[in-house]
Nanobody
């Protein structure tokens, strides 16, 4: 069973940057893709970015392209989300997710983290 633990959330002013981390533990050899979703208050959860564990291919939501960068460190079993030029509409709880076979935005991921709050003030 894979456990995912997020860190790095916080409060930042518009235009600022934050870096989220997601550490995976337990059976990480089974992971095919990892990435991030977010959920703003009163809204549905939405896909943000994903990365394939072996090829490093990446996918981004249109709303974050050019501002966010996802990367992974296989040795550390971790995925990172560098968020630049943050906007108030980026405010949400950010969840790390992983799947054993498919891109996370094409399926209901197998594993989820508990979430970390990101707040962008205007």
């Amino acid at each position: 069973q894979v456990q995912l633990v997020e860190s790095g959330g916080g409060v930042v002013q518009a235009g600022g940057s934050l870096r989220l981390s997601c550490a995976a533990a337990g059976g990480t050899f089974s992971i095919a893709t990892m990435g991030w979703f977010r959920q703003a208050l009163g809204k549905e959860r939405e896909f943000v970015a994903a990365i394939r564990w072996t090829s490093r291919n990446t996918v981004y939501a249109d709303s974050v392209k050019g501002r966010f960068t996802i990367s992974r460190d296989n040795a550390a079993d971790a995925v990172y989300l560098q968020m630049n030029s943050l906007k108030p509409e980026d405010t949400a709880v950010y969840y790390c997710a992983a799947d054993r076979a498919r891109w996370i935005h094409f399926t209901s991921p197998d594993y989820w983290g508990q979430g970390t709050q990101v707040t962008v003030s205007s």
